[in-house]
């Protein structure tokens, strides 16, 4: 079975600071991996995706995200944060990319933008 | 595109009522859809995995007779809560994966049981 770490449950960081948020997976085959952003009371939405191909993902927002097959990390990354940035963010792997696969969540980081 | 709508956004019931909660993919048809459950400040715990025309597929631990979930047609997934208790308090949210997409979520629904 695959899993899911992020070890920090909180960043806090300054506006226009960068940033980097950790994801670490461990599975026994190849994964497709996920970050995903939640706001206060909202559903999820899509920052950007591993499928196949380059390892540097680019994603919405200004995000991005390097896949590291030996090291089994997908840490996001922005080079400079605004306050709107403040929010929950999910890493999440699922097994291929069939509709009916089932994606698994990190416990989820909290980024906190301030002035 | 890729939108997956979710209703209610909110619901209050009292103990010991049943909450429908529903899950529609607008443009797209979703043979499968996904329910999950967020307790305060933690992540998405899959509960189950709804199948359109099938038995929906339960997490260990998940009442199956608790969480009823309908998939009736290739647009609409429906998760009920029946005999609510105030346990039963959480953020249930809904996802369907368009083919080559990312997973799409609904907005969630906030069930509080008084």
């Known amino acids: 079975a695959q899993s899911v770490t992020q070890l920090d449950s909180q960043v806090p960081v300054f506006e226009e600071a960068p940033v980097e948020l950790r994801c670490n997976y461990s599975?026994?085959?190849?994964?497709?991996l996920f970050w995903y952003v939640q706001y206060p009371n909202q559903g999820l939405q899509l920052l950007l995706k591993?499928?196949?191909?380059?390892?540097l993902v680019k994603g919405i927002n200004g995000f991005e995200a390097e896949f590291n097959k030996s090291q089994t990390s997908f840490h996001l990354r922005k080079p400079s944060v605004h306050i709107s940035d403040t929010a929950e963010y999910f890493c999440?792997?699922?097994?291929?990319?069939?509709?009916?696969?089932?994606?698994?969540f990190g416990t989820g980081t909290r980024l906190q933008v301030t002035l | 595109g890729a939108v997956v709508s979710q209703h209610p956004s909110r619901v209050i019931c009292k103990s010991g009522t049943s909450v429908k909660i529903e899950c529609r993919s607008l443009?797209?048809?979703?043979?499968?859809m996904f329910w999950y459950r967020q307790f305060p400040k933690q992540s998405l715990m899959l509960m189950a995995t709804?199948?359109?025309?099938?038995?929906?597929?339960?997490e260990q631990g998940v009442e199956k007779d608790k969480f009823l979930i309908n998939h009736a047609s290739l647009t609409l997934s429906t998760l009920t809560v029946t005999s609510a208790h105030p346990e039963d308090s959480s953020f249930y949210i809904c996802?369907?994966?368009?083919?080559?997409?990312?997973?799409?979520f609904g907005s969630g629904t906030r069930l509080t049981v008084v």
């Open positions: 996802s369907a994966r368009p083919r080559d997409y990312g997973y799409t």
């Open positions: 599975s026994s085959v190849s994964v497709y």
């Open positions: 591993y499928l196949s191909g380059s390892t």
């Open positions: 999440a792997v699922s097994l291929n990319t069939g509709t009916a696969s089932k994606l698994t």
């Open positions: 443009d797209f048809q979703a043979t499968t």
């Open positions: 709804s199948n359109e025309g099938s038995k929906a597929t339960y």
